[in-house]
């Protein structure tokens, strides 16, 4: 037994001194080859194997592996290396030679650079950057990240207005807008809030004056440029599906107060004839008291006695409304307003190679406004390929939106108030949500026309219920661009697009018919409610609109032949464009690299519409011209604008670390006097970085 003890310990003490003699330590000091310094915090692996350790503060390490192992050295900004292992090593490290210009600044035309040669200010964000918030306007996802980038939100509605400066308001009466540029083509703001967020791979935010030179007077006030997404690069098929759900609540009201009731100075009308009821001052005190068909909200304060709302009434027909004299616990005006809704569904499919690229996108964006029964429903389609044919490169980007709206027409039926003044006017001890008010139709009802309780502000139910504005924008966009390499030092390329949409708008407002103890009152009377003023009450009405351009109707003018046209930005205008291009990239010399690019651009923006207001249609709920008691007020405008461009760009760098860039452009516009509608945006940027000399 004890030998065989024996045997066993020698035979195990023989294994462990075989296990250290197959491992060795391997020593050495790793270097920056650039200037010589050791490089402390460089991660040393064993190839194959989970062994590392990292360089001391002097650069130095010590490993111990098995004969023969490979070392990989790895350091952040340097270029991967592997050794065999030894001892007493010395690694020298170099920096990869693409930081500097691994980030690709889109520029101009659609041209990439390094971000090293660019001599001008430009800021590069990612589609997925801006779109954290899951914002439905691609627009609004750069506030706050872009320096000098200012956007501003008009209105808080389920389709607000956007108005986006770049480099300032570099003009009183003209356009201070920045230039959209989508895929290398020129769009309005429009199209760009037409986009589904998730489509979009980087924005590119051109400051400078000589950033968008190549862009002439369209990106005078600076230009940013939109790049889309791409199919994957090896082959795999990637399917994803995103869904969001935000709400909305509005954040900040006038400070209101909620302690007095009605009363807008009315004075003592017993002394002309009215009843006794009709005396509006204290007799004591000769202060104001309860006026129940008032708008204005400094009378008494809340006593928590009963008072009765609405019209004097001579013959005592007609509902009016009794009520305790308490303020709500909710302010009406808070109370009025819902919590919006906006829920987005997305699903893409991408896939492609080297040589090819599919993307295939899909969303629908629905919004429940702010605003009571306000909603809109947006359906968003892109498709986006590429194919090569050995010298021959084919992309093409199509994108196809349908916005449809429902919103709150401008004013009551009075055509005095919006729907936000008469909310204002609302009495704090009445509420607003009540049923009865909801109700416009009912004759009994407290909300209907006839018996609404103020003679000087309308039901703002009624302009919900009947003051309705439907609109829908067909928006299509469309980019084909053709590219010919027949040589490593020539590029032609030849680009097609088309820009457009379609815009219907009807606003209908339905027709109020007075009782005859409405119009019989005797306060109405001064107020306007008499039937020398509505003979046979206040008629429907409607106004249609019907637009061709960039599907905004921004341009529409309902007021005239005139429309709303801001010269430079292209907003509500379709655009048809084509461009042509040679690139000339030879290597002529070790040390300096220069290219050429021509180029020529011819584009044309049009619109077109028809608007169409009858005031006075003759049968409820029929909103046709052909049933309108008067004339209809009709307006169209058409438009057509021309340019054609010339181009050039030179770049000249010397040893990476020198840039020059010289552009011209000349442009040729339709909308000047021949002999005088030819002009030149010249620009040269200089871009030295000293360090890499």
């Not at 066993?8 to 296990?19: G, P």
């Not at 690069?233 to 990637?238: I, Q």
């Not at 009315?266 to 004591?284: C, D, H, I, R, S």
């Not at 020398?532 to 009405?541: D, E, L, M, R, V």
Request: hydrophobic content about 35%; aromatic content about 12%.
């Amino acid at each position: 037994m004890k030998k065989l003890l024996l045997v066993s310990l020698c035979f195990l003490m023989l294994s462990i001194t075989q296990v250290f003699a197959q491992n060795r330590t391997y020593t050495g000091t790793v270097i920056d080859k650039a200037d010589g310094t050791t490089m402390p915090g460089v991660t040393v692996l064993v190839k194959g194997t989970k062994i590392g350790t990292q360089t001391k503060g002097n650069g130095e390490f010590s490993i111990s592996a098995p004969a023969g192992a490979i070392l990989e050295f790895r350091f952040l900004g340097y270029a991967n290396q592997q050794l065999p292992g030894g001892t007493n090593m010395t690694i020298s490290l170099s920096a990869e030679t693409n930081q500097l210009s691994e980030v690709v600044v889109t520029g101009a035309l659609g041209i990439k650079k390094q971000e090293k040669a660019v001599g001008y200010a430009t800021t590069r964000i990612t589609g997925a950057n801006a779109d954290e918030t899951n914002v439905l306007n691609p627009i609004n996802g750069l506030t706050g990240k872009v320096a000098g980038l200012v956007i501003q939100q008009t209105d808080d509605g389920i389709d607000p207005s956007i108005k986006v400066t770049l480099r300032g308001a570099r003009s009183l009466l003209g356009n201070n807008d920045a230039l959209f540029v989508l895929d290398g083509v020129p769009v309005s703001g429009s199209v760009i809030a037409a986009l589904n967020p998730n489509d979009i791979a980087d924005y590119n935010v051109l400051n400078g004056s000589g950033a968008a030179a190549l862009y002439g007077s369209e990106a005078s006030n600076g230009a940013i440029i939109i790049t889309t997404k791409k199919g994957t690069a090896d082959g795999k098929p990637v399917i994803t599906y995103t869904n969001s759900l935000q709400l909305q609540q509005v954040a900040d009201l006038p400070k209101l107060q909620s302690s007095y009731g009605q009363y807008g100075g009315e004075g003592n009308y017993t002394l002309y004839g009215f009843p006794a009821n009709t005396n509006y001052l204290n007799p004591v005190t000769g202060y104001g008291t309860f006026v129940p068909f008032e708008n204005e909200l400094w009378g008494p304060a809340f006593d928590g006695s009963t008072v009765t709302e609405g019209y004097f009434h001579p013959d005592g027909t007609g509902a009016l409304l009794t009520v305790p004299y308490t303020a709500q616990k909710e302010n009406n005006v808070k109370a009025f307003f819902q919590t919006g809704v906006t829920e987005q569904n997305d699903v893409s499919y991408a896939q492609g190679d080297q040589l090819n690229s599919f993307n295939f996108d899909i969303q629908d964006a629905e919004v429940k406004g702010i605003m009571p029964e306000d909603q809109s429903e947006r359906l968003n389609a892109r498709l986006g390929v590429s194919r090569t044919y050995g010298i021959f490169r084919v992309d093409l980007n199509t994108t196809y939106t349908r916005t449809t709206l429902s919103t709150t027409g401008g004013l009551d039926y009075v055509g005095n108030n919006n729907l936000y003044d008469n909310v204002l006017q609302f009495p704090d001890n009445l509420n607003i949500n009540a049923p009865y008010f909801k109700d416009t139709e009912d004759i009994t009802s407290y909300g209907n026309p006839n018996n609404y309780f103020s003679g000087y502000s309308t039901n703002p139910w009624w302009t919900i219920e009947n003051n309705r504005v439907k609109t829908q924008k067909d928006q299509f966009s469309g980019n084909l661009l053709m590219t010919l390499t027949p040589t490593k030092w020539l590029d032609a390329s030849y680009r097609v697009s088309d820009n457009f949409g379609n815009y219907s708008y009807q606003n209908t407002v339905q027709g109020v018919t007075f009782e005859p103890y409405a119009y019989a009152d005797g306060f109405a009377h001064d107020f306007g409610f008499d039937p020398t003023s509505f003979p046979n009450g206040i008629a429907p009405k409607v106004t249609d609109i019907e637009g061709y351009g960039d599907g905004s109707g921004s341009i529409v003018n309902t007021g005239g032949p005139i429309p709303n046209f801001i010269p430079g930005n292209g907003a509500g205008l379709a655009r048809l464009q084509a461009d042509a291009q040679v690139y000339f990239h030879p290597k002529l010399f070790t040390d300096w690299t220069t290219n050429l690019r021509l180029g020529n651009t011819i584009w044309e923006e049009k619109m077109n519409y028809i608007t169409d207001t009858d005031d006075r249609l003759l049968i409820p709920g029929l909103y046709n011209q052909l049933y309108n008691e008067e004339t209809p007020t009709i307006y169209t405008a058409s438009a057509t604008i021309r340019q054609i461009a010339y181009f050039g760009d030179v770049n000249i760098a010397y040893k990476d670390w020198a840039y020059l860039e010289v552009t011209e452009r000349n442009d040729r516009d339709s909308r000047l006097a021949e002999g005088i509608n030819s002009f030149y945006y010249p620009s040269v940027n200089l871009s030295p970085i000293y360090s890499l000399q």
